[in-house]
């Protein structure tokens, strides 16, 4: 009889194992990210510029102004440059480990740096931006309804910007309870449109419009560190509109993936075409608009532009269908996060119910922070500097040569040390530009106003 234990045991074990293992699978298929792993190489393509094309292109022209011609040019190219190079770095580094997938930012992080230091770096990082970007299109949307409506019916009573972002923020209240990215690859298409739409009327009634009487290129700013400090904003506003990294791997992690096809196949397709359509959205924006407003330009160049005036409240409503897209596609891996944490460590169990009271709780926050904080523009320099640069710019490019330890002084060696300098003048000096322009918009600012 004594021989029968250890193999009884054995079995207990096995069997063990393979209910966690099955526990895991169902939590794996009812999390946002790995539940659903069919999309195709097109929906990489315009979830990409969903995530990319922010509402950030239109104040490029104000950017550029606070820029100036040389480097606002040089700023903008390689910028397009460095981080189409540093999105080739995640899509190819998704699936180097044979036969796993890196389906979110952190399990790179972790597997580049460990498996605390990894979580410690990537995660705050990511939440900054993902919550930021989140609120930013809280405010975006309620201020782009508002425009709608004012130029639509000047006559009208004025609405408080407060309601406006409460109706935006009522659409996500339904939209966010769809369970995946999949799910949400139609709203995204419309979105991708959209940002296509209003970044070509944006140009074309600037076009329209011809350059206005005695237009100035110089530096708005009085003083030099006025000059100054607008050039260091300016950097976070253009960090801010290349920011769509930190939602790739959650992208490429739906795309269905063999030895013999990988995902990095399809995805790169997507990014290439995504980064055609980022190029035709902010180059001709940014140029045009600075070329014909100089630098009287607004910090949106929709607000430049008043007339023809039903074209002007068509671009903004164009903005405020995009914005409900990316405002998906950034929510996407927060839930993600927060259903993880809920369910695999506090232990809750994977339902309905519980997503739908998190997911409502987390809209209500970024509602209630856009409401009580509009002047977002400024936060968006210092969070641009401060979490979008090292995401975008050079955390890529860190955990490549940790990972791959290319030689020194090689062609990749250099590249990476490049974009990790740029990244990190980006990080130090736009937060300062960022923080410059809060505290003078706060002056004048009154609560819920």
């Known amino acids: 009889m004594g021989t029968q234990a250890p193999t009884d045991q054995n079995n207990y074990a096995s069997a063990d194992i393979d209910e966690k293992l099955a526990t895991q699978k169902a939590i794996d298929d009812w999390l946002p990210i790995t539940s659903s792993r069919n999309a195709k190489w097109w929906y990489s393509a315009f979830h990409n510029v969903t995530a990319m094309v922010g509402a950030g292109v239109l104040s490029l022209p104000y950017a550029m102004s606070e820029l100036g011609w040389g480097p606002g040019v040089v700023i903008l190219v390689l910028s397009w440059i460095i981080t189409l190079y540093t999105l080739w770095q995640m899509v190819e580094m998704h699936e180097m ?80 309870h769809l369970p995946n990215l999949n799910s949400i690859s139609g709203v995204s298409l419309a979105a991708a449109v959209m940002s296509l739409s209003y970044s070509t009327i944006a140009w074309a009634a600037s076009v329209n419009k ?106 903004n409503m164009f903005v405020v269908i995009h914005v409900i897209g990316s405002y998906q596609i950034y929510a996407m891996p927060v839930f993600d996060m927060i259903e993880t ?6 232990n809750f169990r994977p339902t309905r119910t519980l997503r739908f009271i998190t997911r409502n709780i987390y809209v209500a926050f970024t509602m209630f922070v856009g409401i009580t904080f509009p002047f977002f523009g400024g936060l968006l320099g210092f969070f641009g500097g401060f979490a979008f640069a090292p995401t975008t710019y050079f955390l890529p490019c860190i955990m490549w040569l940790a990972i791959y330890k290319p030689r020194r002084f090689s062609l990749s060696w250099w590249c990476n040390y490049i974009c990790i300098f740029f990244g990190v003048l980006l990080m130090v000096l736009s937060p300062i530009g960022g923080l410059r322009t809060i505290i003078i918009e706060a002056k004048t600012y009154k609560f819920y106003s």
């Open 97 to 176: 480990v044979p036969g796993k997938r890196f389906d979110r930012y952190h399990e790179l992080g972790q597997y580049a740096f460990g498996e605390k230091l990894g979580l410690y770096i990537v995660v705050p990082q990511q939440l900054v931006v993902e919550v930021g970007v989140n609120i930013v299109y809280m405010v975006t949307g309620g201020k782009s309804l508002q425009k709608v409506h004012n130029s639509v019916c000047p006559e009208c009573k004025k609405i408080k910007l407060t309601y406006f972002i409460m109706i935006f923020a009522s659409v996500h209240f339904v939209l966010s």
């Open 341 to 346: 944490v809920l369910v695999k460590k506090l």
């Open 210 to 315: 011809g350059v206005v009487d005695n237009v100035q290129y110089g530096y708005k700013a009085k003083s030099t560190s006025g000059t100054v400090f607008n050039f260091f904003n300016a950097l976070g506003e253009v960090a801010f509109a290349y920011a769509g990294h930190n939602v790739v791997l959650e992208i490429q992690a739906t795309i269905p993936s063999t030895p013999e096809k990988p995902s990095k196949g399809p995805m790169w397709r997507g990014v290439i075409v995504a980064y055609i359509v980022v190029a035709l959205c902010y180059f001709p924006v940014a140029l045009i608009g600075y070329y014909i407003f100089g630098n009287s330009v607004e910090d949106n160049i929709l607000m430049s532009l008043q007339k023809p005036v039903w074209l002007i409240a068509m671009a």
